[in-house]
């Protein structure tokens, strides 16, 4: 099992940035890829960025390239993404996951663990 708990998220105004963390802890954090996901309301959960095992690889959504960063440290356990530019389309709730499959993966079915998620809310 992998326990995966998401900080870092709150208000802010549009053109504003956020830093969320995503602790994880019961397994080898190294053996997994990562990735980040939101859900808006009345919408379905979708990908917004992704990590291979070594942090060498990575995939963004087409909406928030050049504006979000996925990183991870794996002497933390932490991975992490950096939202600059913040719009207020990218109001959602953000979960950040785990897959078994050590490379970049994007689709949400490739994860096997998701953390309870925290809300991200941009004015304009």
């Known amino acids: 099992q992998v326990q995966l708990v998401e900080s870092g998220g709150g208000l802010v105004q549009a053109g504003g940035s956020l830093r969320l963390s995503c602790a994880a802890s019961?397994?080898?954090?190294?053996?997994?890829?990562m990735g980040w996901f939101r859900q808006a309301p009345g919408k379905e959960r979708d990908v917004v960025a992704a990590?291979?095992?070594?942090?060498?690889?990575?995939y963004y959504r087409d909406s928030v390239k050049g504006r979000f960063t996925i990183s991870r440290d794996n002497a933390k356990n932490t991975v992490y993404l950096q939202m600059n530019s913040l719009k207020p389309e990218d109001t959602a709730v953000y979960y950040c996951?785990?897959?078994?499959?050590?490379?970049?993966?994007?689709?949400?079915?490739?994860?096997?663990?998701w953390g309870q998620g925290t809300q991200v809310t941009v004015s304009s």
């Open positions: 996951a785990a897959s078994r499959i050590r490379t970049v993966v994007a689709a949400s079915l490739n994860y096997n663990y």
């Open positions: 019961g397994r080898t954090f190294s053996n997994y890829a």
């Open positions: 990590i291979n095992w070594n942090g060498g690889s990575t």
